[in-house]
């Protein structure tokens, strides 16, 4: 290993190294270390995921060839489970083909052995920078998707009711299938589920069955062996080898083309698989979890969806309703959306008044939480701080608003309202307030009659 020549600043950096070998753990740690770094150090995949998991680390050195699994299935669950971890793969000239597959697989970079560490350190600068800004993003990110996750839900009875059903399904293995329109927040509940399931340390991993086609998706669901079909120049794992011991949501299930669909009825009944081109049955240990906005009864009936794969998934059925059916709960959602949008601009703080809240309410909002959503964040970069101009608001959703109504007492009221106030005051002594009030005992009683004023209790309320 070459010596560094140039000072990197990688202070408090969080850099994992997994390499089976004592000598490149050894020597890259004291190098990363001297600069700033803070190294953790794992000897196989087992180590080197159980480390992902507890360290959280920022930047993965990771070896192509391990003692108990090939570095890139590792990389493919690193990412699987933490996407904004920057991954460089190691490896020796004669496996820089494996290298090159690596970084199709989602590597940001690769090293060869031996280390040279002008290039080591030159490479964690720039991932280093890069991953400070994508740090603060994802932070961000993360703040506004928590969120949403309170806020998709209201407050209204029947989410309530709805997300007490979906916690004590968390709690068992069974498999659930959600329903409802699209934008209801579907992938938020199945998210949800499997944060309070415990299999919540493991990963969650979501697939759009509607974006690909029946070959793509077949890939994408069990993997494939390298040479199995034109293009897989290196084997893949499948999303259920990725979803081991956690969480798999079929997102759209019912766009699966029919004949894939006997195939995914094997792997969720029987738990076992094998990749497409491959002979090696694989096991795992999967909860599934599927959604979509269609009636599968329907489908069923129509011939589009296999009958015994419907009743396998449909263990649990929780239909997620739509915006217009929670009018209690649009208000609430649109004030958090906007207070969540308008701290992560910066652009100052953005109210809505009870006019811009009753248009919100009466609109039947086709798109749920998903429009709803986007108007907020159009407002928060196009309003000005303060409270929100509800022809914005009207503009956007293409409705007219309301026109104000000045409200004002008449004279007969401001007169109630008035005699009561000095009746009060007196105690209900009723010569005390007619002298106050400039009028004779009997106008008071009059008016009291007129007005419906009762006749306040004590002692002094009987004085004439």
């Known amino acids: 290993m070459s010596m560094a020549t140039t000072r990197v600043d990688l202070a408090n950096r969080r850099v994992l190294l997994v390499d089976d070998e004592e000598s490149i753990r050894f020597g890259v740690s004291r190098v990363l270390q001297q600069h700033g770094a803070r ?74 052995k031996p280390i040279n560490v002008e290039h080591l350190l030159h490479v964690l600068k720039r991932l280093s920078d890069s991953s400070r800004l994508a740090s603060q993003n994802l932070l961000y990110k993360r703040e506004l998707e928590r969120a949403v996750t309170d806020l ?51 990963p969650f991993v979501n697939v759009n069955c509607a974006g690909l086609n029946r070959e793509l998706l077949e890939s994408e669901l069990f993997g494939h062996e390298k040479g199995s079909f034109t293009g897989a120049s290196a084997a893949k794992p499948g999303l259920f080898e990725l979803a081991d011991r956690g969480t798999l949501f079929l997102d759209e299930v019912a766009e699966i083309d029919l004949s894939l669909q006997p195939r995914l009825l094997k792997a969720v009944e029987e738990q076992r698989f094998h990749r497409v081109g491959g002979t090696a049955e694989r096991r795992v240990n999967v909860r599934v979890i599927a959604a979509t906005n269609r009636n599968l009864k329907e489908e069923v009936t129509a011939g589009r969806f296999r009958s015994d794969l419907y009743y396998r998934l449909n263990v649990l059925e929780m239909r997620l309703p739509s915006l217009r059916e929670r009018k209690g709960d649009v208000s609430a959602l649109a004030r958090k959306l906007l207070e969540g949008f308008s701290l992560r601009a910066g652009r100052g703080e953005h109210r809505l008044d009870a006019r811009g809240e009753r248009l919100l309410e009466a609109y039947p909002w086709p798109g749920n939480i998903r429009e709803l959503r986007n108007i907020m964040e159009r407002i928060s970069i196009l309003a000005g701080p303060g409270i929100v101009p509800v022809e914005l608001i009207g503009r956007f959703l293409g409705t007219t608003p309301e026109p104000v109504r000045l409200v004002r007492p008449t004279l007969d009221e401001r007169e109630k309202e008035y005699i009561d106030e000095v009746l009060r005051a007196t105690a209900g002594n009723k010569s005390a307030a007619a002298e106050i009030l400039g009028i004779t005992r009997n106008t008071l009683y009059a008016k009291i009659k007129l007005y419906g004023l009762g006749v306040l209790e004590g002692p002094e309320a009987n004085v004439p």
């Open 152 to 202: 998709v839900w209201g407050e209204s009875e029947r989410m309530g009711l709805l997300l007490d059903e979906a916690r004590r399904a968390a709690g068992s293995d069974a498999l659930i299938v959600l329903t409802g329109e699209s934008g209801t927040g579907k992938g938020v509940l199945a998210h949800q589920i499997h944060e309070w399931s415990p299999r919540k340390s493991e």
């Open 39 to 112: 190294v953790k150090v794992a000897g196989s995949v087992a180590e080197g995921l159980a480390a992902v998991r507890e360290e959280v680390p920022e930047i993965v050195l990771l070896d192509l060839k391990l003692p108990d699994g090939d570095g890139i299935d590792l990389l493919g669950r690193i990412l699987s489970e933490r996407p904004e971890v920057r991954v460089v793969m190691m490896t020796g000239y004669g496996t820089i083909e494996r290298a090159v597959t690596a970084i199709q697989c989602g590597a940001d970079d690769f090293l060869t």
